[in-house]
C-alpha cells in the first residue's frame, strides 16, 4: 500500500506544479534557461548508496554540493556529503559570449568527490569516491542559431542605437526580459541531446569486520530529447569491488548496470521513472536483479533542488526484496547570467 500511496503524492505534487509555472520574468529568464538544474552526484551513484542508477549526462555549475540522506537498495540508512566542479568555468561568466568548440570541449570536464557512511548494524561502512567525467552537449542554447538570432533582433529592437528618450529605463528592461524569455520559450527547452563518459576510482572501509578495499568505475551515458518536456537516457557501468550488502552480510563485487530512464517535467520540476539490469559478482554469491524506481526532483529556490525516490528490487536471490526510499538535497554556485536584467 505504501507503494501506491508514495506514486499518488508524487504525481499530485508534479501535476500542481506543472500548471503552476507561468510568472513574471527573472533574471534566469534572460540567460536563456541553460543549467536550471543541479544534477546529481555521480560520486554517490557510482559507491552504490543510492537506489538511481542513471548518472545524469549533462549540467553542472562551476561548483555543486550535495547532501544523500536515505536508504541505499538494500534498505540501509546512508549519511553523505559529495562535490562536483568544472575548473574551465572557475572565475568567468558561463554565459559572456558565444561558446566556440574548444571551450565547450573544456568545460565539459567535471571532477567528483563523493563520502558517505553507513548508521545501520549491517552496514557501517565509509566509503570514498574521486572521479572525472565528460560531456559534451549537442543541442547546447548558444549553439542554437534560431535562439542567438532571435534574441540579437530583440535587443536591436529595444535598445536601438539612438535610444528613446521618452522611454524609461524599467520600460527597456522589461520589454528586453520579455524578448529575451519568449526567445527561449520558443527555440529552447530543458532536454539535452548530450553524451557522457567518465572514469573514478573509490575506496571502502569498516573496521570490524576487516574490509579495506579499493577499485574503479567507468560509465557512458547518453541522453536524447523527446520534444520539449522530456528526455530519455541510457546507461552503462562498469564497478570493480563496489561494497555491497548480501544477506551473509557486507561482500566486495564486480558490478555492471544498463539502465533506462525517463525525465519529463518542467524547467522546475520533473517526474522521473528509471528501470535497472544489474549484475553482481562476488567471493559469496552471484546474483542478477531488476531495480525500478519512481520518483521527483523540483526547484527548492533559486539553484537549490531537491530529488526524492522510491525503488523496488526484483529477482535478486542474495539482498533483501523490499522497497526502499532516498532523499538528496542539490546546491549550485557560479554560472551567473550575463545580463543584469
Known sequence: ???????????????????????????????????????????????????????????????GAALLQGLDQNGNFHSGFALDTRPFLWGQGEYIEERNLRSRILSGFKFSFASTEGVDDEDKASRYGLGVNWSYQFNEPFMNK??????????????????????????????????????????????VNSISAGVAAHKSKEDSV?????????????????????????????????????????????????????????????????????VEESDV???????????????????TWFRIAYAEMSGASSKKDEGVFTGQLRFGFGSAPLSAF
Open 146 to 191: 534560431e535562439y542567438v538570432r532571435c534574441g540579437q533582433a530583440v535587443t536591436d529592437k529595444v535598445v536601438p542605437p539612438v535610444p528613446d528618450a521618452s522611454r524609461t529605463e524599467e520600460q527597456v528592461k522589461s520589454e528586453l526580459s520579455k524578448g529575451i524569455k519568449d526567445c527561449g520559450m520558443k527555440y529552447l527547452s530543458w532536454p
Open 285 to 303: 554469491a552471484d546474483d542478477e536483479y531488476s531495480l525500478v524506481s519512481l520518483g521527483t526532483e523540483f526547484k527548492v529556490q533559486e539553484n
Open 1 to 63: 500500500m505504501k507503494t501506491y500511496i508514495f506514486i499518488f503524492f508524487v504525481f499530485c505534487f508534479f501535476s500542481l506544479k506543472v500548471f503552476s509555472q507561468q510568472g513574471a520574468p527573472t533574471k534566469k529568464d534572460f540567460a536563456g534557461h541553460i543549467n536550471t538544474d543541479v544534477p546529481q552526484s555521480a560520486g554517490f551513484a557510482l559507491l552504490g548508496v543510492t537506489p538511481e542508477k542513471v548518472i545524469d549526462p549533462q549540467g553542472g555549475k562551476e561548483f
Open 210 to 278: 576487516d574490509i579495506s578495499d579499493s577499485g574503479y568505475g567507468v560509465w557512458l551515458t547518453g541522453s536524447h530529447s523527446l520534444g520539449r518536456k522530456a528526455e530519455v537516457t541510457g546507461h552503462f557501468r562498469y564497478v570493480e569491488n563496489q561494497l555491497s550488502v548480501s544477506k551473509d552480510g557486507l561482500a566486495q563485487a564486480d558490478v555492471q548496470i544498463t539502465a533506462l530512464r525517463l525525465r519529463f517535467g518542467s524547467d522546475s520540476v520533473k517526474g522521473i521513472f528509471e528501470s535497472s539490469w544489474n
